[in-house]
């Protein structure tokens, strides 16, 4: 999410100053050919001055880069600092076993992936600092190591969730098709800003890479923590418009289960609108070779 | 882009961007700075034909880096830049160009840690290679035809280079690398003129790390040197990598400081100036500094150090390079003891008035004093005590000069009332540090080196790593850095394995070449004999001592020790001083105080005000290591010596001119007048001491020590070393190293 961050919320920004920038360079060379003969003046340095200063300006005003869910390190707080006792839950502590188990036994940190995927599903779609040392003592490496890992991957959260973490594609495709409109309609929706808890704790609305749904886009995926690791699931909707993630969230809200898969009634999965437009028949076999002729 | 370039070209342009033939210049500013760079390839092609000169001249490998062949058949041929090269397989391309004499630049690549390749500064061209390779990672093959010196290496270089600046602050003004920092350096030689990053650039938060290093870490350039450095060679995971791309940080997540006591080498691998010394910030420039090739006297390592100062005052203390002794890291106590030298010196001649307190006075005075008192006792009420950090040339003067007197109760601290210096075997490293490379089994007795020897337990720990060596330790609980079976805590765990009950006694007797260390501090034992003895049994048992092998080892705790039991500082009488009425006591701050007579008389020479001071009735200045010449015998009997970096504080002297001075007052002249006549006398006492940077093992095996007869007593092993960062006068006067103890000491 990282990146993320950088995709989306200061695209605008920086493409606007990029193309500033293009113009203000042919507008200079312009201006340059105009008074190539006659000497410099002092009012035209002003001049030029004043605008990069304002462009100066603008490159600053551009927001601080929101990293995803956290920092990239760790400050204490109640509900996360390592004095808190943490430990899988007697059911995961089996999953834990089963997981291990796929690995060679002399290579068990090779398991810190699945393992904080779990701690994370089991902590409510987050992990604190605890979390991570669990997982460390399991796999018998330094804490450090675990850390390193869990700060790579966008998808572990290190700061609080909703119990529906919501997250919205940001990348090309679904950006063209109205991805920002989406974010923006459910940050103003729920009333938070990114990576906000609802003051209910129900939902959070984060961003995030493509996930291969570009035929369906826009997407948001739906984590829902809400019934711990056993309910967890991690659900794509399709084809959403402001109006249907608004829908969305109020079924969600409601405590129903929205079947996932595209939100366009006039298409099936990632069939076009309306219906097949071609291959309509039945697909003719490419010509083959008469065997029997040889 | 500031108004101030943006003036400056405003002003340029007319006469040069549109008299140029090259009208893409006004559009594009480029980065490459010559036109081959801007079309290397093509360059390349052209540069091709003219073939490798014949007779070239020989180039001579890089900082003298030398070639070990361990099997002649896989030696491979390579070409550098045209040179034939022999190389063994399994070099790297960088390796290989170092040994044609090719210094590739680089920043992650280190020779002591693992290979990371993340920096990509070391690429070079090679032949039939669609890209540059990255040097460091890449291993070099037969007939491989390595460019480092082509446009397309050059370009690289200055890609990478680019890359490197895009984020890192202009601060070099008032960064403490400036002038010894690889960025700054690498990017005057490799970089370009210019830069295209016009966006911001990142910051990141500073670390705490300790009272040692000081981080800025926006200055980072992501090597992973220090977090390499940490994980395998400090032997402390707390540093990593966090976070990715553009947000990836050095750091340790949670609030954490970094207790190693080899942390202050990472200021040194450090390429830029992320980690660099707390204690030495905004304190002087590197190019003010004078450098003294010296000695370490804090442990009886004796690393080698390079004192670095200004004036007359020690700005810092940083490693030398000895593959022998400490490679080239220094301990923490060693690099920052330093600011020690500059607090609670002595530095004038003081003598004890009626009132308790101290009166200055006269050299002259002093030491008529002095001779008198030392007249008026008996010859046997005279006792002398050298402290741990005496050279070997003022322990012979002391020696000499209280034998003179008619005394011969003289020792050195820490080696005990009692100590077996007869055979040079019984208080030596025999395996040598080096040596301790090849071992695969240790056996710890009584030693906890990673206090003790920081240097030793680094070595300790890189053969743990390297050879899977096991490590048996017999003594109180503490942490070493590496994987170790505590065995036991005293005697009783020595017994078993003497009488090869003990499951630790097979591993030890299988493994081909063991190692058993005794600590010193058993030296101060009441059965330290018996203890010996068990461990030489030992050691005969599991067959320690071969004529090929020699690993009964014994690690001294001082820098003084070795000399001192070299030269026979062993004292007459075992409680001799509860019957003193003359003391010398010569730097010997950890003598028990309360062991001396009320009556007795105490002269005190050192150079720091430290726990003697309170009992002395005279006080002589003398010289600390960072200003006086002094030759240093180090645990495995590698004599090297000091070399005098600043001068002496007020007047003090020279600790062998002031016992030499003193005997002249006395009436009984030594018959020595300078370094070389002392040198002289020392060499027929202990010619190994003279020379010097060599080591010179012990000739005779420990067998030839008769059989001892006393009871073994089954009290535990004690802790020797109670606070690894305070151990003698100079580092108990450090600031540093009271912060170090107070933060970094487990309690």
Request: proline share 6%; charged share 25%.
């Amino acid at each position: 999410m990282i990146s993320n961050g950088l995709n989306s919320a200061t695209y605008p920004e920086i493409v606007s100053a990029s193309a500033s920038q293009i113009s203000l360079s042919t507008e200079l060379r312009s201006l340059l050919l105009a008074e190539l003969n006659s000497s410099w003046s002092s009012t035209m340095l002003a001049r030029l001055a004043a605008q990069r200063l304002a462009e100066i300006r603008q490159v600053f005003r551009q927001p601080i880069r929101s990293f995803s869910t956290a920092l990239n390190y760790h400050i204490d707080s109640p509900d996360n600092n390592p004095d808190l006792l943490w430990e899988f839950s007697d059911a995961n502590k089996e999953k834990v076993k089963e997981i291990i188990s796929q690995y060679p036994s002399n290579y068990k940190q090779s398991a810190v992936i699945p393992l904080l995927d779990l701690a994370q599903q089991q902590h409510g779609g987050w992990l604190p600092v605890s979390a991570m040392n669990a997982v460390a003592k399991v796999i018998e490496v330094a804490p450090i190591r675990v850390y390193e890992v869990a700060t790579f991957y966008s998808m572990f959260n290190r700061t609080k969730v909703g119990k529906y973490h919501l997250l919205v594609c940001g990348t090309t495709p679904c950006m063209i098709r109205g991805s920002r409109e989406i974010k923006d309609t459910l940050l103003k929706h729920l009333g938070v800003k990114r990576n906000e808890v609802t003051k209910d704790g129900l939902f959070s609305v984060g961003e995030m890479e493509c996930m291969g749904c570009c035929v369906n886009a826009p997407m948001i995926t739906v984590a829902d923590y809400s019934n711990g690791s056993e309910g967890y699931t991690y659900n794509y909707y399709e084809d959403v418009t402001p109006q249907r993630v608004v829908e969305i969230v109020e079924i969600l809200k409601r405590g129903e289960k929205l079947p996932p898969g595209t939100q366009n009634p006039r298409r099936i999965r990632s069939g076009p609108e309306g219906g097949n437009t071609t291959l309509l028949g039945e697909p003719k076999p490419p010509p083959c070779r008469d065997l029997d002729a040889c | 882009m500031g108004l101030g370039l943006l003036a400056s070209k405003a002003m340029r342009p007319a006469s040069r961007i549109f008299n140029s033939q090259n009208p893409r210049n006004f559009l594009f500013r480029t980065i490459v700075s010559k036109p081959e760079l801007q079309k290397p390839e093509t360059s390349a092609a052209q540069a091709q034909p003219d073939p490798p000169p014949v007779d070239l001249p020989p180039r001579t490998p890089v900082a003298g880096a030398r070639v070990h062949f361990p099997n002649p058949d896989d030696a491979i041929e390579v070409f550098v830049d045209g040179y034939p090269v022999k190389i063994p397989k399994g070099m790297t391309v960088l390796q290989a160009c170092e040994v044609a004499g090719v210094d590739i630049p680089r920043f992650c690549y280190h020779s002591r840690l693992s290979i990371a390749g993340n920096c990509r500064m070391c690429l070079v061209e090679v032949e039939k290679s669609p890209k540059p390779v990255a040097s460091c990672a890449m291993p070099a093959l037969p007939g491989m035809k390595i460019k480092t010196d082509t446009p397309v290496a050059k370009k690289a270089r200055e890609g990478v280079m680019e890359f490197l600046l895009m984020n890192h602050p202009l601060d070099c003004p008032i960064c403490d690398q400036g002038g010894e920092c690889d960025l700054q350096d690498q990017s005057m030689a490799f970089g370009s003129d210019r830069g295209r990053f016009t966006e911001m650039k990142r910051s990141v938060v500073d670390k705490n790390l300790g009272p040692l290093v000081k981080t800025v870490m926006t200055r980072c350039i992501q090597c992973t040197r220090c977090v390499r450095f940490a994980t395998e060679v400090a032997g402390v995971q707390d540093l990593g990598m966090l976070g990715r791309g553009s947000g990836e940080e050095i750091g340790t997540y949670v609030e954490k400081l970094m207790t190693s006591e080899l942390s202050g080498n990472v200021i040194d691998i450090c390429p830029v100036g992320a980690l660099t010394s707390k204690p030495f910030a905004f304190k002087a420039r590197n190019w003010e500094l004078k450098g003294t090739e010296s000695i370490d006297v804090t442990d009886a390592v004796g690393s080698n150090i390079r004192i670095d100062s200004r004036g007359p005052e020690v700005m810092r203390i940083v490693p030398r390079l000895n593959e022998d002794i400490n490679e080239e890291w220094i301990s923490d106590k060693t690099r920052f003891c330093y600011d020690g030298l500059k607090r609670q010196r002595l530095n004038d001649p003081m003598i004890r008035g009626a009132d308790g307190r101290f009166k200055v006075v006269s050299w002259r005075d002093a030491l008529a004093v002095v001779a008198e008192v030392a007249h008026q006792v008996k010859p046997e009420e005279i006792v002398g005590v050298a402290g741990k950090l005496s050279d070997a040339e003022s322990m012979m003067a002391l020696k000499d000069f209280l034998n003179r007197m008619g005394s011969n109760n003289i020792w050195c601290e820490g080696t005990g009332m009692n100590p077996n210096a007869d055979l040079r075997s019984g208080y030596l490293m025999n395996t040598s540090i080096a040596g301790l490379e090849k071992a695969d089994v240790f056996l710890l007795v009584g030693t906890q080196p990673r206090v003790e020897a920081a240097m030793v337990n680094a070595r300790i720990r890189k053969t743990v790593r390297a050879n899977q060596a096991k490590v048996g330790y017999i003594g109180p609980e503490t942490d070493l850095n590496y994987d170790h079976q505590h065995l036991g805590t005293g005697p009783q765990t020595l017994l078993e394995i003497a009488e090869r009950r003990h499951p630790f006694y097979s591993t030890l007797a299988n493994a081909k070449h063991p190692v058993i260390i005794v600590g010193a501090g058993l030296f101060e034992r009441e059965d330290k004999d018996t203890i010996f003895s068990t461990v030489e049994t030992i050691a005969e048992n599991a067959k320690v001592v071969r004529p090929d092998w020699n690993g009964l080892n014994v690690l001294l705790l001082n820098a003084a020790q070795a000399a001192a039991l070299d030269l026979g500082l062993v004292p007459e009488s075992g409680n001799s001083i509860e019957s003193a009425k003359f003391v010398y006591l010569m730097g010997a701050d950890d003598v028990n105080l309360d062991k001396i007579p009320g009556d007795a008389f105490v002269v005190y020479q050192g150079h720091h005000g430290d726990r003697s001071v309170y009992r002395a009735n005279v006080i002589f200045p003398a010289a600390a290591f960072s200003e006086k010449e002094g030759i240093y015998e180090n645990t495995e009997g590698y004599a090297q010596q000091t070399f005098p970096a600043v001068p002496t504080v007020g007047d003090a002297r020279d600790d062998w001119k002031i016992i030499r001075a003193l005997s002249e007052v006395a009436g009984i002249k030594l018959p020595y007048d300078s370094l070389g006549a002392i040198r002289a006398r020392i060499r027929t006492v202990a010619p190994n001491l003279v020379h010097l940077d060599e080591r010179e093992p012990a000739t005779f095996t420990a067998s030839l020590k008769p059989a001892s007869s006393q009871k073994i007593t089954l009290t535990p092993f004690e802790n020797v070393v109670e606070n690894f960062y305070m151990t003698d006068s100079i580092t108990r006067a450090s600031k540093i190293m009271a912060q170090c103890s107070a933060l970094l000491t487990k309690k």
